[in-house]
């Protein structure tokens, strides 16, 4: 059963978004709020011929548990957002804010249980995950798929990196260039006093305070701190995040914590679903495909949920 619903109604960004319940509640149920990767993206997260948001509400769903998801506020405000200056625009009102009140909104409802509202943030979204829990969404636990606890800018090089291994000799001498500067320009924003990163472009429309003031708060910090319930999930083919370096970074951080729990996919990719051409630089032709979440991982995190519940 799926309801509209407004994350921050009464805000100056009132989002769209779904909760999908299960069919007869008879009791309070669990629920879980979905927090996007990066960029603009609608409450499915749609990706090419893909909405694993969608797959993810409507598995969850049918095995009693709540999901709450939504426009991210990127998706409907960017054009207000870059008006308002490049200080309007970091994760933490691109993403974090809506996600806690995503949170209050599942716990102030009655068919949910107050106790057992998480979180599942994919990507960039699942990087964040113990910063929203902290910062104010206080969940009863986190679910990260396909994050990392490396540095945002860390990620993006390695990308780069990759693809540049995947193309042709002509191509390859402009790319390298290219990477050379955009490091260039990562590299000189630790130096970088607030006011001079809210004026210096990195790339695009993004300017170097978006990554200033994420990297003031390290993702493996917040997981290293925390006790609460993580279930960390990642694909093997996956080409935007890896298991060699992303993975196994988590695994190293999480090293005698029993509250962490992993699960590494054969043949999934980013969006966990079956891998096709398996290359950074076929990711658009990748997500054309149209596929389905992994009925497995659904069902894992649905088992992961019942243990605490």
Not at 104 to 132: C, E
Request: with cysteine; glycine share 8%; net charge neutral.
């Amino acid at each position: 059963m799926d309801e509209k619903i407004i994350i921050g109604e009464g805000t100056p960004y009132p989002l769209q978004g779904i909760l999908s319940l299960p069919d007869h509640c008879s009791a309070r149920v669990p629920a879980v709020v979905l927090v996007h990767g990066s960029g603009p993206a609608d409450r499915d997260e749609s990706i090419g011929a893909n909405k694993p948001f969608r797959d993810i509400a409507e598995g969850l769903s049918n095995k009693g548990i709540a999901v709450l998801r939504y426009d991210k506020r990127t998706k409907v405000y960017g054009k207000q957002l870059l008006k308002a200056g490049p200080s309007a625009v970091t994760v933490k009102s691109e993403t974090i804010e809506d996600a806690i009140l995503a949170a209050k909104l599942l716990k102030n409802d009655d068919r949910i249980d107050p106790d057992q509202v998480y979180i599942l943030g994919h990507s960039l979204g699942g990087m964040l995950a113990p910063r929203i829990d902290a910062e104010g969404g206080d969940f009863a636990g986190m679910i990260i798929c396909a994050g990392s606890p490396r540095l945002f800018s860390d990620i993006l090089l390695s990308q780069n990196e990759d693809m540049l291994g995947q193309l042709p000799k002509l191509l390859h001498w402009i790319a390298n260039k290219q990477i050379a500067k955009l490091k260039a320009k990562f590299t000189a924003i630790a130096g970088m006093s607030e006011e001079e990163a809210k004026q210096v472009k990195v790339f695009g429309k993004t300017y170097a305070w978006y990554f200033k003031e994420m990297d003031a708060h390290p993702a493996a910090d917040y997981l290293a701190r925390t006790e609460k319930p993580v279930l960390i999930l990642q694909g093997d083919k996956d080409f935007q995040v890896t298991a060699e370096k992303d993975f196994a970074l988590y695994q190293q951080i999480c090293i005698g914590k029993p509250n962490v729990s992993f699960k590494l996919y054969p043949g999934l990719n980013h969006l966990f679903m079956k891998s096709v051409y398996g290359r950074v630089k076929d990711f658009k032709k990748e997500y054309k495909v149209p596929q389905k979440v992994s009925a497995e991982v659904l069902a894992d995190i649905a088992e992961w949920i019942a243990r605490y519940d």
